[in-house]
Antibody, heavy 121, light 108 residues
Framework: QVQLVQSGAEVKKPGASVKVSCKAS????????MHWVRQAPGQGLEWMGW????????NYAQKFQGRVTMTRDTSISTAYMELSRLRSDDTAVYYC??????????????WGQGTLVTVSS | QSALTQPRSVSGSPGQSVTISCTGT?????????VSWYQQHPGKAPKLMIY???KRPSGVPDRFSGSKSGNTASLTISGLQAEDEADYYC????????FGGGTKLTVL
């Protein structure tokens, strides 16, 4: 069965960087785009971007361009999302989510369990 | 402020039907059929319930249905059950991904 398992919670100081991992299993990792979505406490969902695990190509939401980097390691079927220059309003649960189709449909059928990133001085 | 507008809350009794609206513009919801809906229980990851406006992924009960008219998409849940109590988010893709602010469904 498809599973996305994310790394554990992080506490960071403002200005630092955080890197969250998402290990995929149960399907061909390189066959589906991987998206990252975040959710601030008590707030809604916010799409951050995607990575094509096959090519390594990326597309970031304009809001995060210059601060986010999505990478992958195909040898261990793992995607990564690194966010730099952290601010207090980056405090959120970060999710990886698989696209439903290799054609990139922007629908997310499998999600990781979420990683809480807390930014606090 | 979210790009798509949803009611903050809706409620219904078991067995009843409820509809959650999602209003965008002609540049997103109204212009394309790339609308999806997600269900999220507290402390859990979202779950895809509807895609392409009205299609259900395998395993989603047919009590859940989606539709669209103009710039407004809707999610209807018929035969409400206690386990349907959750937050629901609409989502549209039109060059960028935008979510609604979410609607809390309470089953009375």
């Amino acid at each position: 069965q498809v599973q996305l398992v994310q790394s554990g919670a992080e506490v960071k100081k403002p200005g630092a960087s955080v890197k969250v991992s998402c290990k995929a299993s149960g399907y061909t990792f390189t066959g589906y785009y991987m998206h990252w979505v975040r959710q601030a406490p008590g707030q809604g969902l916010e799409w951050m971007g995607w990575i094509n695990p096959n090519s390594g190509g990326t597309n970031y939401a304009q809001k995060f361009q210059g601060r986010v980097t999505m990478t992958r390691d195909t040898s261990i079927s793992t995607a990564y999302m690194e966010l730099s220059r952290l601010r207090s309003d980056d405090t959120a649960v970060y999710y990886c989510a698989r696209d439903v189709d290799w054609l990139l449909r922007y629908y997310f059928d499998y999600w990781g369990q979420g990683t809480l990133v807390t930014v606090s001085s | 402020q979210s790009a798509l507008t949803q009611p903050r809350s809706v409620s219904g009794s078991p067995g009843q039907s409820v509809t959650i609206s999602c209003t965008g513009t002609s540049s997103d919801v109204g212009g394309y059929n790339y609308v999806s809906w997600y269900q999220q229980h507290p402390g859990k990851a979202p779950k895809l319930m509807i895609y392409d406006v009205s299609k259900r992924p395998s395993g989603v009960p047919d009590r859940f249905s989606g539709s669209k008219s103009g710039n407004t998409a809707s999610l209807t849940i018929s035969g409400l059950q206690a386990e349907d109590e959750a937050d629901y988010y609409c989502c549209s893709y039109a060059g960028r991904v935008v979510f609604g602010g979410g609607t809390k469904l309470t089953v009375l």
